[in-house]
């Protein structure tokens, strides 16, 4: 479980970075692509559980 959430925390933080690094408009911009990306991980960390 803990290792879920520290990927979830991980991809939101790498994804917002990165969206920061190509030159997103602002800060909240690069955010909604880092929400984009959590909630595709949290699918994936949901639906892979037993």
Do not use: D, Q, S
């Amino acid at each position: 479980m803990i290792r879920n959430l520290a990927l979830l925390i991980g991809v939101f933080a790498l994804v917002t970075a990165v969206a920061e690094l190509l030159g997103a408009t602002n800060f909240g911009t690069a955010a909604t692509f880092g929400e984009i990306a959590f909630a595709g991980v949290l699918m994936w960390v949901l639906l892979k559980r037993p």
